[in-house]
Structures are given as structure tokens and as C-alpha cells.
């Protein structure tokens, strides 16, 4: 039970597990402190309780023992007296006058007699008749003195005959052993000592003599024997116990009277102990309740500070997870806990995550107006170079025109000549540039690939991990039909053993049918061993998928990383095309001013080598070879324009991607 407890609250939330464990604290231990203080309060009232009932019979013993000893020392007097020696039954004046003048001063002694050997017996008072075959030597009182002569004995009670009370005998014999002078002492005088003893408010004193026979008792009658739960303290002479009268559970303090071997024996019942602890033990309830009630009104508002903002980070959390990062998660300043921690945390990693997002939207856009503005360059190299071209072609047309003016222009042909190559050293200049920004854009366009295939990867991770839990599913299922099995196997084992025991009724002694039943059942019990052991094996083969997919998550992490980098070094390629494009843009530049310069130069030369036919033919190959190079500058023009329309469109599917989050940098 506490097993299968115990593995449920693994499974629970956390504000379960918080309240279960507070509550366990707060209760426990005050249920506890509650009910030892009530068992030490319990305890201490009977210490006292018995303590003070110690006492009392402390009290009664001691007035017992006085009280007795001075009728001891009255039978002394009597048996030693010397007129008992000349007793005669047919002459008793001395005799009774000793014994009427006992009699007299004595208030609690019923009466005082004396029996001889020979059967003679006088008393006091003489109201009080024996039969007229009374015969003192048959009486136990005599027999048990003349059995310990010389010593004082004390009867049991019992009721006089002469007063029909009470009482019990005192005996010792005479000093010449011939009789025994005995007198009835009244037992009503203990009796009233006894019940003038407290013993809380319900609880009483009772007496008992050695053969435990009640002597005083407020609900017995003196003389009737006690009850058999009483005979196991009668060994002892003083002592403590617990017994059931009457159906009420009774304590029970007694002490052994030296003097007559009686015992004093005091009753409380545990119902009046549990009275006057009452009051402690409402008291300890109410203390725990109001304990509970603080507690429990704190460990709620504890819990909820835990667990509510926990709530809320879940929230944030699934709104990040869809790509929802505008939220805020707001933690209060004054908030030094762990969970303030933690919040804080959270948010700087949420706020790095919108400026990271951010910066890779602002990159984005710049690429793609960088892009933009390559192409743009990139159609007007295009049409300038054909403009180039188209003036290359007049040239050369003009070339015929300038063979009168070779004189006057020599020195403007060879600056234009100058100009011409100056031309195809930028041209040079530019395609070099071209090439660099083509491998810087290759860059990108890797980074950017590598970027797709750590996704896929992610995406993949994902897909294994949705194959484990689905194992797990698997698992579950089989070891339900595991439990199945069970259940049939012990609904057959079941039949079986109701089969055996019918067989066995019928055969009697001969059931041989018993032995194949339980064979049966032998063989039902291994399948069920069987199927505990394939539950055993299943359960940790989910275990084993568990574990394999906490691995593939700890891998999905670790591929995300993989692609932020990634996303990285694109950004650093692209800011490398950037720089690379500017150098382009200016270059183009100086080569517009170039061919500007050319074309007057151009139309110098035309002006200059009209009448050169000669010249104008060499004027011609080189002006072929110039379109040719034109030519070729704008073959490449035109792939540099191919790989930035490839590089707009990767800066499109970045835009598209990052636009799946939803940032607001106000929240930062």
C-alpha cells in the first residue's frame, strides 16, 4: 500500500505533492506532540491520583494497625488476667465480673467471652445466649488459638449470631493454656473509617483478610469471598493493577497490613481519570485544530506562491513553444527566492531570444535590400556594358572616318588608349570582385543549407522520440494482456481446486482424482510465475525506453544549439557579401567615369583618324577584341545577377521563417 503510494505521487502535480507534504508535516507531529501530551497528562493525574491513594491507605493502614493493636493488647490483658485461672461455668463471679468490666469501657467490641478445655464458656454481655449444645472447642476461633497458643489470631468475618452483624474475632489462649479469651470486635467501626477515606469521586477503600475474604466493602458483604482477579495481588503486600468489575475497568492500589496480614485495597475508576484529563485533552484538540487551521491557511498560500508563478512560467513556456514571444513573463522585484531566481532567468532568456530573433529579422531584411541592391548594380554594369559595346561597334564603324586626323589626334589616341585599358583593368577588377561575392553568397547559401538540415535533424529527433512513446503505449498494452493471463490463470486455478476438493469428497480416502487436480493447479501456478516474469521483463523494457528517450531529448537540445551557430555564420557571410558588394558598387563607379572619359576620347579619335584607313583597320581589331571583352564582362554580369536573384530568395525563405515568431521588442 505505501509502495503503490508512493509511485502515485510521483505521478501527481506538484501542488499535490506540496500540500500532501506540508499537511504531512503540520499533522503528524502535532498529532504527536497532542497525544503524548495527553498520555503525559494521563499519566501525570494517575501518578498524583496514586500517589495520594498511597497516602490515604498510608493513613488507613496506620489507624488499622493502632486500632487493632489496642484490641490485641485488651485480648493480653484478658488471657492474662489470673482470675481466669479458677474459672467455673457454675461459679463465674470473677470471671464475669473481668469480663463485664471490659465490656463495659469497650465501645466497638461486640462482646468478650472465654472458652476452657473442658468445654466451659462465659461471655459479655450476658444478654447474648449460645444454643444450649454450644461447645466453644468445636468453634474456629478456638481451635485456630489453642493452634497457635500464645499467639493472638484474627479471624475471618462474619456475621454474629448473638448481633447478626459483622465482625470478626480476636483470640489468643490463657496463660495457663487451658482456654482461649477471645473478643468480637464490630466491623462497622472500620467500615465507617474506610468509607470516610476519598478516593477521587467515585472511587472507595475495601478491606480484605488473608484468606481474601472481604472484611469491609461498600457494594459486598463482609465475609463473602472475593473475586478470583484479586487472588493475584493477595501474594503481595503492596502493589498496583488494573481489572474489570462490573464491566467498568477499575485501578486498583492495595498495601498488606503487617499486624493482621489483611489488605488494604484502594479502586479508581480509569472513567474518572479520563474525566479529569478531559479538559486537557479538549484543549489539546482545540490547540491542534487551530494549529491545523494557521498552518493549513499558511502551507495554502505557501504552496500557492510556489506553484503559481510555476503555472505561469508553464504558460509563457507554451506560448514560447508556438512561437509566441511577446509575452512577458513579469516577476516581482522584491522577490529574493529561488522562484524569483528562476523567473528572472527565464525572462533574460526569453528577452535574448526576441533580441536574438530580432537582430536575425534585421539581418534578414538587410540582406535582402543588399540583395536587392546587388541586382540593381548588377543591371545597370549590364547596361552600361552594352552601352559600351554599342559604342565599340561606332568606333569601329568610325575608324574609316579618322585616317586624315592621325596626325592631330596621336596624342588623343594615346590617352584613349590609356583610358581603354584603364577600363579593362576595372573590368578585371569587377569580375574578380564578382567571383569573391559568388563564393561569399556559396557561403551563405551553405550556412543557410546546413541551418535546413539541423532542423530536419531536430525534426527527426522528435519523430524517434514520438516512435518511443509509442513503444511505451505498446508496452502498457502488453502488459495488460499479461494481466489478463494472471486472471484467467487464477480463475482456472480456482475451478481446478473446486474440482479436487469434489474428487476428494467422492473418493474419500482413495481420491486419486486429487492428485491430477493438483497437478493442474501446480501447472497454473508456473504460468503464473511465467506471466509475473514477462511483467517484469516489460516493465523494464519501458524503463529502458524511457531512459533512451530522455537521450534523444538531451540530443534535440544539442542540435538546436548546432543550428544557432549555424544561423550565426550565415549572418557573418552575409555581412561579408555586403562589404563585398560595396567594393563592387564603387568600382562600377569609377568605371562609368572611365568609359564617360572614353567615349570623348572616342569621338576625338573618330574626328582625329577619319582619313587613317590603315589605322582605323588596327583601330578596328582592337575595338573587336574590346566588344569581345565586353562581351565577356557581361556574361559574367549576368550570372552575378543569377546568384543574387538565388541569394534574394534565400533571404525570402529566412524572412518566412523568422516571421513564424512573434516578438515585440517593447517586452525586452
Request: hydrophobic residues 40%; aromatic residues 6%; proline residues 2%.
Amino acid at each position: 500500500m505505501l509502495k503503490r503510494f508512493l509511485q502515485n505521487i510521483q505521478f501527481m502535480q506538484l501542488r499535490t505533492k506540496l500540500f500532501i507534504g506540508f499537511t504531512a508535516i503540520l499533522v503528524i507531529p502535532s498529532s504527536l506532540i497532542g497525544v503524548i501530551s495527553y498520555q503525559n497528562a494521563k499519566e501525570a493525574v494517575m501518578d498524583e491520583m496514586t500517589a495520594a491513594t498511597e497516602e490515604s491507605l498510608a493513613i488507613v493502614d496506620e489507624t488499622l494497625s493502632l486500632f487493632i493493636e489496642s484490641q490485641v493488647e485488651n485480648i493480653d490483658y484478658i488471657a492474662s488476667a489470673s482470675d481466669l485461672a479458677d474459672f467455673s461455668e457454675d461459679d463465674p463471679g470473677a470471671q464475669r465480673f473481668l469480663l463485664d468490666s471490659f465490656q463495659a469501657t469497650k465501645n466497638h467490641v461486640e462482646q468478650t467471652y472465654v472458652g476452657m478445655e473442658t468445654g466451659d464458656f462465659i461471655n459479655s454481655p450476658s444478654s447474648f445466649q449460645n444454643p444450649p449444645d454450644y461447645d466453644p472447642r468445636e468453634r474456629p476461633w478456638y481451635q485456630r488459638a489453642m493452634e497457635q497458643s500464645g499467639d493472638v489470631i484474627i479471624t475471618s468475618p462474619y456475621i454474629s449470631q448473638s448481633s447478626e452483624q459483622p465482625v470478626t474475632t480476636i483470640a489468643r489462649t490463657t496463660d495457663d493454656g487451658l482456654g482461649v479469651a477471645a473478643l468480637n470486635l464490630e466491623l462497622t467501626v472500620i467500615s465507617d473509617l474506610l468509607s470516610s477515606i476519598s478516593i477521587g469521586q467515585t472511587g472507595y477503600v475495601f478491606l480484605l483478610d488473608e484468606n481474601n475474604m472481604y472484611v469491609s466493602h461498600p457494594y459486598e458483604e463482609p465475609g463473602t469471598e472475593a473475586d478470583e482477579s484479586f487472588l493475584s495481588y493477595s501474594e503481595n503486600n503492596a502493589g498496583f493493577l488494573s481489572y474489570t468489575s462490573n464491566g467498568d475497568d477499575q485501578l486498583l492500589t492495595f498495601k498488606s497490613n503487617e499486624i493482621t496480614g489483611w489488605t488494604i485495597a484502594a479502586s479508581m475508576y480509569e472513567e474518572e481519570m479520563n474525566e479529569a484529563v478531559m479538559p486537557i485533552l479538549i484543549s489539546a484538540i482545540t490547540v491542534l485544530s487551530i494549529a491545523i487551521l494557521i498552518g493549513g491557511t499558511v502551507i495554502y498560500f505557501l504552496v500557492k506562491s510556489i506553484t503559481s508563478p510555476i503555472q505561469t512560467l508553464i504558460s509563457v513556456s507554451e506560448r514560447m513553444a508556438g512561437g509566441d514571444l511577446s509575452v512577458a513573463y513579469e516577476v516581482n522585484p522584491r522577490q529574493k527566492d529561488e522562484m524569483g531566481r528562476l523567473g528572472r532567468s527565464f525572462e533574460k532568456m526569453r528577452a535574448s531570444l526576441v533580441l536574438m530573433i530580432t537582430n536575425i529579422q534585421d539581418k534578414s531584411s538587410d540582406l535582402s535590400q543588399a540583395a536587392d541592391t546587388l541586382a540593381s548594380i548588377t543591371h545597370e554594369n549590364m547596361s552600361a556594358t552594352e552601352q559600351i559595346t554599342e559604342a565599340v561597334q561606332e568606333v569601329a564603324s568610325g575608324v574609316e572616318k579618322q585616317s586624315t586626323s592621325v596626325r592631330e589626334s596621336e596624342k588623343v589616341a594615346s590617352d584613349m588608349s590609356n583610358d581603354v585599358n584603364d577600363v579593362v583593368v576595372k573590368t578585371n577588377h569587377i569580375h574578380s570582385t564578382t567571383d569573391n561575392a559568388a563564393i561569399t553568397v556559396s557561403k551563405g547559401n551553405d550556412a543557410i543549407t546546413d541551418a535546413i538540415k539541423q532542423m530536419t535533424q531536430i525534426k527527426d529527433t522528435f519523430k524517434h522520440l514520438s516512435v518511443h512513446i509509442d513503444t511505451l503505449g505498446k508496452r502498457s498494452s502488453e502488459i495488460e494482456e499479461v494481466t489478463e493471463t494472471i486472471k484467467g490463470i487464477a480463475t482456472q486455478t480456482n475451478l481446478l481446486a473446486l474440482n479436487a476438493a469434489i474428487e476428494a469428497a467422492r473418493a474419500g480416502e482413495h481420491g486419486r482424482g486429487f492428485s491430477i487436480v493438483a497437478d493442474e493447479v501446480r501447472k497454473l501456478s508456473d504460468m503464473t510465475a511465467s506471466s509475473t516474469e514477462t511483467i517484469s521483463e516489460l516493465v523494464l523494457s519501458v524503463q529502458q525506453d524511457t531512459e533512451r528517450t530522455i537521450e534523444q531529448m538531451n540530443t534535440s537540445s544539442d542540435q538546436v544549439n548546432k543550428g544557432i551557430e549555424v544561423v550565426q555564420t550565415a549572418g557573418l557571410s552575409f555581412e561579408e557579401m555586403k562589404q563585398f558588394v560595396q567594393v563592387v558598387a564603387t568600382e562600377v563607379n569609377e568605371s562609368a567615369k572611365n568609359v564617360a572619359s572614353l567615349g570623348k576620347d572616342s569621338e576625338a579619335f573618330v574626328t582625329t583618324f577619319q582619313d587613317l584607313s590603315s589605322i582605323s583597320e588596327t583601330a578596328s581589331a582592337s575595338m573587336q577584341n574590346i566588344s569581345a571583352s565586353t562581351e565577356e564582362q557581361l556574361a559574367s554580369m549576368e550570372e552575378i545577377s543569377a546568384s543574387v536573384e538565388q541569394l534574394s530568395e534565400v533571404a525570402d525563405e529566412l524572412k518566412e521563417l523568422i516571421r513564424q515568431f512573434d516578438v515585440n521588442t517593447d517586452t525586452v
